[in-house]
């Protein structure tokens, strides 16, 4: 790139960094309690609960992961996307979102425990851990992605960009909370459209369009890259349920829906995010297998196709939309994590006053982004670290949602359920012991390709047999007390 499209990436990387600055400097202060701080006091409307749901989604998993294991894994990497992107998609945007989007909840395990189990504060407890996980790997895995491109188009060391990047999002988003979240990515939202239309068309532009002749191409390169089944059955089958779990479990959907204002807000934003969402998913993932016709970058396909194989004006933009992208998730997910340190883990009985609450908020989401941005130093690539969490959380909260859910009475205003408190408490705590396990051990891992079975298995099957033998009181009296 030469000197002038060098200094042009440069500037628009700069104001980016002092528009969110400014967003946190204008925001700060500006919540009185959690509620405020965490789901913007339920009145976000349509607009911007569309942009700040499309750029809170499409980060650098979407952009550069999905084109990365498009790269590494061929039409395979289509198994994830057919649980996550398609099917996860649709329920999550048409059907979950909307009902979601009537309560008030702050967070997932807030709900869970509340609305499913009586508000009993150890599920909560242990539900804020699961659903900690991917809201504190997630971040690490944005400023990872946004590290990679600044390196590679400015030529910034990749520690100096993870640090810089990291600062500022981390102050934006412990300054003023949800509300500057939402601000800043209404910003990153526009640019992350206008970015995206213009790499899918040039992308395509690659093979003339036409499917046929890049499957052609790709088999004589590597027969295994176009091969739908290459994997083993069960593999195939974790990596399906790996991002459907996530996808129905990923706090910040489930986050967004509460700071809806009402259903109808939620119908409309969600149902457009999720449509997109579904679409450029699936085009990240065939950039990747295209880049495989020109050389074998792994997880950073979609930058080496940017700046070498694409117009100039694409690589100007590049470094601003990755960093537009990664921030937009980034800051979503510190400010969920904070949710489940203060109040699903902390306080889940409410009793600090409005101010502590903040206070000890602002805490949480700045511990949360020390570690985010430590995180980016580990990890094979972007999206290893986030479907670990992906693991840890869709395994157990999906599965105690579901069965809540189903034994729950849902006629009846006061809180009745045939599901035991105690045996909700044995199958989750053994769902995230599980899932750790078949995570980080290899003889473990392989067994079943990662651990979001087992962990779906054991926190089912746990809460199904303990219910079986656990007597708790009456409902009422566990939640008066």
């Given at each position: 790139?030469?000197?002038?499209?060098?200094?042009?990436?440069?500037?628009?990387?700069?104001?980016?960094?002092?528009?969110?600055?400014?967003?946190?400097?204008?925001?700060?202060?500006?919540?009185?309690?959690?509620?405020?701080?965490?789901?913007?006091?339920?009145?976000?409307?349509?607009?911007?609960?569309?942009?700040?749901?499309?750029?809170?989604?499409?980060?650098?998993?979407?952009?550069?992961?999905?084109?990365?294991?498009?790269?590494?894994?061929?039409?395979?990497?289509?198994?994830?996307?057919?649980?996550?992107?398609?099917?996860?998609?649709?329920?999550?945007?048409?059907?979950?979102?909307?009902?979601?989007?009537?309560?008030?909840?702050?967070?997932?395990?807030?709900?869970?425990?509340?609305?499913?189990?009586?508000?009993?504060?150890?599920?909560?407890?242990?539900?804020?851990?699961?659903?900690?996980?991917?809201?504190?790997?997630?971040?690490?895995?944005?400023?990872?992605?946004?590290?990679?491109?600044?390196?590679?188009?400015?030529?910034?060391?990749?520690?100096?960009?993870?640090?810089?990047?990291?600062?500022?999002?981390?102050?934006?988003?412990?300054?003023?909370?949800?509300?500057?979240?939402?601000?800043?990515?209404?910003?990153?939202?526009?640019?992350?459209?206008?970015?995206?239309?213009?790499?899918?068309?040039?992308?395509?532009?690659?093979?003339?369009?036409?499917?046929?002749?890049?499957?052609?191409?790709?088999?004589?390169?590597?027969?295994?890259?176009?091969?739908?089944?290459?994997?083993?059955?069960?593999?195939?089958?974790?990596?399906?349920?790996?991002?459907?779990?996530?996808?129905?479990?990923?706090?910040?959907?489930?986050?967004?829906?509460?700071?809806?204002?009402?259903?109808?807000?939620?119908?409309?934003?969600?149902?457009?995010?999720?449509?997109?969402?579904?679409?450029?998913?699936?085009?990240?993932?065939?950039?990747?297998?295209?880049?495989?016709?020109?050389?074998?970058?792994?997880?950073?396909a979609l930058v080496w196709l940017i700046l070498n194989k694409m117009p100039v004006f694409c690589g100007?933009?590049?470094?601003?939309?990755?960093?537009?992208?990664?921030?937009?998730?980034?800051?979503?997910?510190?400010?969920?994590?904070?949710?489940?340190?203060?109040?699903?883990?902390?306080?889940?009985?409410?009793?600090?006053?409005?101010?502590?609450?903040?206070?000890?908020?602002?805490?949480?989401?700045?511990?949360?982004?020390?570690?985010?941005?430590?995180?980016?130093?580990?990890?094979?690539?972007?999206?290893?670290?986030?479907?670990?969490?992906?693991?840890?959380?869709?395994?157990?909260?999906?599965?105690?949602?579901?069965?809540?859910?189903?034994?729950?009475?849902?006629?009846?205003?006061?809180?009745?359920?045939?599901?035991?408190?105690?045996?909700?408490?044995?199958?989750?705590?053994?769902?995230?012991?599980?899932?750790?396990?078949?995570?980080?051990?290899?003889?473990?891992?392989?067994?079943?390709?990662?651990?979001?079975?087992?962990?779906?298995?054991?926190?089912?099957?746990?809460?199904?047999?303990?219910?079986?033998?656990?007597?708790?009181?009456?409902?009422?009296?566990?939640?008066?007390?």
């Open positions: 790139m030469s000197g002038i499209y060098l200094v042009a990436s440069v500037v628009l990387v700069l104001m980016d960094l002092v528009v969110c600055f400014v967003i946190g400097l204008r925001t700060r202060g500006g919540a009185e309690n959690v509620e405020e701080y965490f789901i913007g006091g339920k009145k976000t409307g349509t607009v911007l609960l569309f942009l700040t749901a499309w750029a809170s989604f499409s980060g650098a998993g979407n952009f550069i992961g999905q084109a990365g294991r498009g790269a590494m894994y061929g039409v395979s990497a289509y198994w994830m996307w057919l649980g996550e992107g398609f099917l996860g998609g649709i329920l999550m945007g048409y059907l979950l979102a909307p009902y979601l989007s009537q309560f008030k909840y702050l967070s997932m395990p807030h709900y869970i425990s509340d609305y499913l189990f009586g508000g009993d504060t150890q599920i909560r407890r242990v539900g804020g851990v699961a659903a900690l996980m991917p809201n504190v790997v997630w971040p690490g895995t944005q400023i990872m992605g946004v590290s990679y491109v600044l390196q590679q188009v400015l030529g910034i060391d990749y520690r100096v960009a993870v640090l810089v990047c990291g600062a500022v999002f981390v102050f934006y988003t412990v300054s003023g909370g949800v509300k500057a979240v939402i601000y800043a990515d209404a910003v990153h939202g526009t640019i992350q459209m206008i970015f995206a239309a213009c790499v899918i068309w040039f992308g395509l532009r690659l093979f003339h369009f036409d499917i046929g002749w890049l499957g052609e191409q790709i088999v004589q390169i590597d027969p295994t890259k176009w091969d739908l089944f290459v994997d083993k059955p069960i593999a195939i089958l974790s990596s399906f349920l790996t991002g459907l779990v996530g996808a129905i479990s990923n706090p910040i959907f489930w986050n967004r829906a509460f700071a809806s204002k009402d259903v109808q807000t939620a119908k409309k934003a969600y149902g457009v995010t999720f449509f997109m969402n579904i679409i450029l998913v699936f085009l990240m993932i065939l950039l990747g297998i295209v880049s495989l016709l020109f050389a074998d970058q792994g997880d950073q100007v933009i590049l470094a601003e939309s990755v960093l537009a992208a990664c921030m937009s998730c980034a800051d979503t997910h510190l400010n969920c994590a904070a949710a489940n340190v203060v109040s699903d883990i902390i306080d889940p009985e409410g009793r600090l006053d409005g101010v502590t609450s903040v206070k000890y908020a602002k805490i949480a989401t700045f511990c949360a982004g020390a570690i985010a941005i430590v995180s980016t130093l580990f990890g094979d690539s972007i999206y290893a670290l986030g479907t670990y969490g992906y693991t840890v959380c869709g395994g157990v909260l999906i599965p105690a949602f579901v069965i809540g859910l189903i034994f729950r009475d849902r006629k009846q205003k006061e809180f009745r359920s045939r599901m035991s408190v105690t045996a909700a408490k044995i199958g989750m705590a053994l769902g995230v012991a599980v899932a750790i396990l078949f995570e980080i051990v290899p003889q473990f891992y392989d067994i079943f390709g990662g651990g979001v079975i087992p962990a779906i298995t054991w926190t089912s099957v746990g809460m199904l047999i303990a219910n079986r033998f656990c007597k708790d009181q009456t409902w009422t009296e566990v939640a008066r007390q």
